[in-house]
């Protein structure tokens, strides 16, 4: 079946640091990919929508610099939080869908970011 | 207004019965599709079940099942004979637009179920 592959799983970084997350499909192609945002105990929060080749489109309340995604093929997304503080520490996941028919999302495994 | 409401933040269930887990949506679309998916404490979105808004019949997919109100905009998960491992979070979601739509899911907020050996 479809796979998302999402790396690294988990970070744990200084303050300050930037941090790029990137987000695969591995065996089809997706011109729009979505990332998403967790809070413990929580739901999945939309933060952005990737779109392969031109900018991505950006939730409300989302910072489009701190949070920079790049969708420069089909089969690639990445996110970068950039400056992170300890504020930014969460669970990311990315998803895709494929491009044809009618198709669920897949999600990648996400990514814990720990801002120390 | 909520798109995807879930209104049981927690729920039991002793292995091997069933178990119910409600959901309902709001939308203006005529066209939509409904998605389940499971996330266990490590985290990964497992996709459970679909059911497209024109479809006449409830989807079904091993031990679960989807039991679609159309009418009451109820899209409810049946999971039949509980295991040990489905102790997980539940997040009901929609998609609106047509089944080429590249618009994103809007999740509920999730049910906690916890199987009882």
């Known amino acids: 079946g479809a796979v998302v592959s999402q790396h690294p799983s988990w970070v744990i970084c200084k303050s300050g640091t930037s941090v790029k997350i990137e987000c695969r499909s591995l065996?089809?192609?997706?011109?729009?990919m979505f990332w998403y945002r967790q809070f413990p105990k929580q739901s999945l929060m939309l933060m952005a929508t990737s779109n392969e080749g031109s900018k991505a489109t950006y939730e409300q309340g989302v910072e489009k610099d701190k949070f920079l995604i790049n969708h420069a093929s089909l089969t690639l997304s990445t996110l970068t939080v950039t400056s992170a503080h300890p504020e930014d520490s969460s669970f990311y996941i990315c998803?895709?869908?494929?491009?044809?028919?009618?198709?669920?999302?897949?999600f990648g495994d996400g990514t814990r970011l720990s801002i120390l | 207004a909520q798109k995807i409401t879930q209104t049981q933040p927690g729920m039991f269930v002793q292995e091997k019965e069933a178990v119910t887990l409600d959901c309902t949506y709001d939308t203006s679309d005529q066209s939509y599709g409904l998605f389940w998916y499971k996330q266990p404490s490590s985290g990964e979105m497992i996709f459970l079940i679909y059911q497209g808004s024109y479809d006449e019949q409830n989807a079904t997919e091993g031990r679960y099942s989807l039991n679609f109100q159309k009418a009451r905009k109820s899209a409810n998960l049946v999971i039949s004979a509980s295991q040990l491992g489905d102790s997980a979070m539940y997040f009901c979601a929609m998609r609106e637009g047509g089944s080429g739509s590249a618009r994103q899911l809007t999740f509920g907020s999730g049910t906690q179920l916890t199987v009882l050996p």
């Open positions: 065996d089809f192609q997706a011109t729009t």
């Open positions: 998803s895709a869908r494929e491009d044809r028919g009618n198709q669920p999302q897949h």
